[in-house]
């Protein structure tokens, strides 16, 4: 009786222990994961470039008040149609003055200890949206009690400058999936595809001008956004790494603060490109 358990015992074990050596496989297969942590924080940062779509931008005031030289109502709700908007990355300024002028990127992230390597983060990136001066754009609603169809040469001194230059400014909060493309032979050096997707909000700080009158407003949240970011992510010796992502965006602008007691709506889809570099903590 003996002997017969005896062959039995010994392939339970070895199944046992194949088991167990596979499971251990399958969870340690990423460069901050071991058989026996929760999983790795990281902090990472870096620097974006961008593009944006066009969108109309609706100014509206609905104030009661009345210009005392003019005698005209303060009060306006136009919209300029098509937009076009450039960035302003500011490369040029990373090492010579401050390294958040330019057109930055944080990430605070944590990924889990478990074999389909997912993870969550804080993604935040500080763009920049500068409406392009001297545009010809249509231009229709109401201003100062007069009412307006035509196309409009977008004057700066006289009429509108509007820029978020100070941040268009998007924080997400991300759900992250990674997956292992290439591993050096001593483990050192990993190569990975990462996938994010997540929504958030818009906080920007916008420069208006408009007719003639200049302000230089305050952080707030305005609205919300949504993302999906893809890329490359290069880990070495297990604490450092660089990833390299192309991201887009769409952003519902719904309560930009300007003049007085106006307001001013837009949405646009943005494109980045995004290189950063982090540290990353296994606990």
Same mark, same amino acid.
């Given at each position: 009786?003996?002997?017969?358990?005896?062959?039995?015992?010994?392939?339970?074990?070895?199944?046992?222990?194949?088991?167990?050596?596979?499971?251990?496989?399958?969870?340690?297969?990423?460069?901050?994961?071991?058989?026996?942590?929760? !999983?790795? +924080?990281?902090?990472?940062?870096?620097?974006?470039?961008?593009?944006?779509?066009?969108?109309?931008?609706?100014?509206?005031?609905?104030?009661?008040? $009345?210009?005392? %030289?003019?005698?005209?109502?303060?009060?306006?709700?136009?919209?300029?149609?098509?937009?076009?908007?450039?960035?302003?990355?500011?490369?040029?300024?990373?090492?010579?003055?401050?390294?958040?002028?330019?057109?930055?990127?944080? @990430? /605070?992230?944590?990924?889990?200890?478990?074999?389909?390597?997912?993870?969550?983060?804080?993604?935040?990136?500080?763009?920049?949206?500068?409406?392009?001066?001297?545009? %010809?754009?249509?231009?229709?609603?109401? $201003?100062?009690?007069?009412?307006?169809?035509?196309? %409009?040469?977008?004057?700066?001194?006289?009429?509108?400058?509007?820029?978020?230059?100070? !941040?268009?400014?998007?924080?997400? +909060?991300?759900?992250?999936? @990674?997956?292992? /493309?290439?591993?050096?032979?001593?483990?050192?050096?990993?190569?990975? !595809?990462?996938?994010?997707?997540?929504?958030?909000?818009?906080?920007?700080?916008?420069?208006?001008?408009?007719?003639?009158?200049?302000?230089?407003? @305050?952080?707030?949240?305005?609205?919300?956004?949504?993302?999906?970011?893809?890329?490359?992510?290069?880990?070495?010796?297990?604490?450092?790494?660089?990833?390299?992502?192309?991201? !887009?965006?769409?952003?519902?602008?719904?309560?930009?603060?300007? $003049?007085?007691?106006?307001?001013? @709506?837009?949405? +646009?889809?943005? +494109?980045?490109?995004?290189?950063?570099?982090?540290?990353?903590?296994? $606990?």
């Amino acid at each position: 009786m003996k002997k017969t358990l005896l062959p039995l015992v010994f392939l339970f074990s070895c199944s046992s222990l194949f088991s167990q050596e596979k499971q251990e496989k399958e969870i340690c297969d990423c460069p901050t994961q071991s058989k026996v942590g929760k !999983g790795s +924080f990281y902090f990472s940062w870096g620097y974006n470039k961008d593009w944006y779509s066009k969108s109309d931008i609706h100014f509206t005031n609905n104030t009661s008040a $009345i210009n005392a %030289t003019t005698g005209k109502p303060e009060s306006y709700d136009f919209m300029v149609h098509d937009v076009a908007a450039l960035d302003r990355p500011g490369f040029k300024d990373i090492l010579r003055t401050d390294l958040t002028i330019p057109q930055y990127v944080y @990430r /605070l992230g944590y990924y889990f200890n478990d074999k389909k390597d997912l993870g969550v983060e804080i993604n935040f990136d500080h763009t920049k949206y500068i409406m392009r001066n001297w545009q %010809t754009l249509r231009v229709t609603g109401t $201003i100062h009690g007069q009412a307006i169809d035509q196309d %409009t040469l977008i004057n700066p001194d006289n009429f509108l400058a509007f820029e978020h230059s100070d !941040g268009a400014n998007f924080l997400l +909060f991300n759900f992250m999936k @990674r997956q292992n /493309l290439l591993v050096s032979k001593n483990k050192k050096h990993w190569l990975s !595809g990462v996938v994010k997707i997540g929504a958030g909000m818009v906080i920007p700080k916008t420069r208006v001008q408009l007719f003639g009158e200049t302000l230089d407003n @305050r952080f707030h949240i305005a609205g919300y956004c949504a993302g999906v970011e893809a890329g490359f992510r290069y880990d070495a010796f297990k604490y450092v790494f660089m990833e390299y992502t192309a991201k !887009g965006v769409f952003a519902d602008y719904r309560n930009v603060l300007v $003049i007085g007691e106006g307001k001013a @709506r837009h949405h +646009f889809w943005a +494109f980045e490109n995004i290189l950063s570099v982090g540290l990353q903590f296994p $606990i």
